[in-house]
């Protein structure tokens, strides 16, 4: 942590409480939609397990009958109009230029979900609600997006969150006494015993009943058409996603050493030269494939490669799914 950044992080941490305190008190105006809205966020910037969580809450909603649209502002896409549909439910609509990376990844993820993407949510809500009926919406990265009234908050954490400080001193966006308004604390974390002592210290200060533990878990690798594929022996891992040690790691767990990394920014849109670069540099590794991720793999351009190209994708599980599942239906069964 930056300390002696620590004052402008006290002010931003104000500046947000007050905020939202605003919005409490009605001062701020919300905008209701005439459908359930579940807010799934993070309180720190990125690489918190909330893209996944959104997977599965949209899943458990659609599989319980409910039809369902995620909402996202579509970080890293170019797109600035009132309402991109990025999948129909049927078919993927939008590439990752103009949607954004994660709106594509998840379209592509949740056959007979509708995502779509606006800077102005309640706006593009109220165009899904007009051209497609009422559903329930999941509402990505929505913590702090206070302007659309929702039925169920959900948080995700990292067990190092709660040790951090509000920008630009930490990476919190809020200060961790913003969790008082959510309504589930999703607690995720790859050391055990820290997740655990976590999970405990926001259980007493919040009630075990606003808290879900959540696990990273592996779910295999596929080609680029998505068709499951054999894992490798030697993978280079190529990365633009904000915490690409999880993915050493889950590798690792694998058994798989890598031969080689090539780790770029968060959202990066990748260029062929790079990936023909990339490739070379995984062959002198003596790599027998390249490894990305599903948020890289929806950016990246057609390059050629003597090496396959795989995704490895991980799922969201949490602890007592069918009390998480029972809360979701409770927000959202009116849809």
């Not at 694998?254 to 023909?276: N, V």
Request: overall charge positive.
């Amino acid at each position: 942590m930056r300390a002696w950044l620590a004052p402008l992080g006290a002010v931003f941490g104000g500046a947000t409480t007050l905020r939202a305190a605003l919005y409490r008190r009605g001062v701020l105006a919300d905008t209701r939609l005439g459908s359930p809205v579940i807010s799934i966020g993070n309180l720190a910037m990125g690489g918190r397990g909330k893209t996944p969580l959104v997977e599965l809450t949209a899943t458990l909603l659609r599989d319980a009958g409910c039809p369902v649209a995620v909402l996202s502002r579509g970080h890293g896409g170019d797109f600035r109009g009132d309402l991109l549909v990025v999948g129909d439910g049927t078919r993927v609509l939008a590439e990752a230029a103009q949607a954004g990376d994660e709106p594509v990844m998840l379209a592509r993820a949740l056959p007979g979900v509708v995502v779509a993407v606006g800077r102005d949510r309640a706006r593009a809500g109220r165009g899904v609600e007009a051209a497609m009926g009422p559903r329930v919406f999941v509402l990505d990265d929505g913590f702090q997006h206070l302007r659309l009234a929702r039925d169920l908050d959900i948080v995700c954490v990292d067990a190092g969150d709660l040790r951090e400080r509000p920008l630009p001193a930490g990476v919190l966006r809020e200060p961790p006494s913003a969790l008082g308004r959510a309504h589930l604390i999703v607690v995720s974390g790859e050391e055990e015993d820290a997740a655990r002592a976590a999970g405990d210290a926001l259980s007493q200060r919040f009630g075990p009943a606003r808290v879900v533990r959540a696990r990273r878990c592996p779910a295999g690798f596929f080609d680029l058409a998505g068709a499951p594929a054999r894992a490798p022996a030697r993978p280079f891992l190529l990365t633009g996603i904000a915490r690409p040690e999880r993915v050493v790691a889950d590798l690792a767990a694998q058994g798989l050493p890598l031969a080689g990394q090539a780790a770029f920014a968060d959202h990066h849109r990748f260029r062929p030269d790079e990936i023909e670069a990339v490739g070379r540099q995984a062959e002198r590794s003596g790599a027998d494939a390249i490894v990305t991720t599903a948020k890289d793999a929806v950016r990246l351009p057609v390059a050629g490669s003597a090496l396959p190209v795989l995704v490895w994708r991980v799922r969201c599980a949490v602890d007592d799914e069918a009390r998480f599942r029972a809360r979701l239906l409770g927000a959202g069964g009116g849809a």
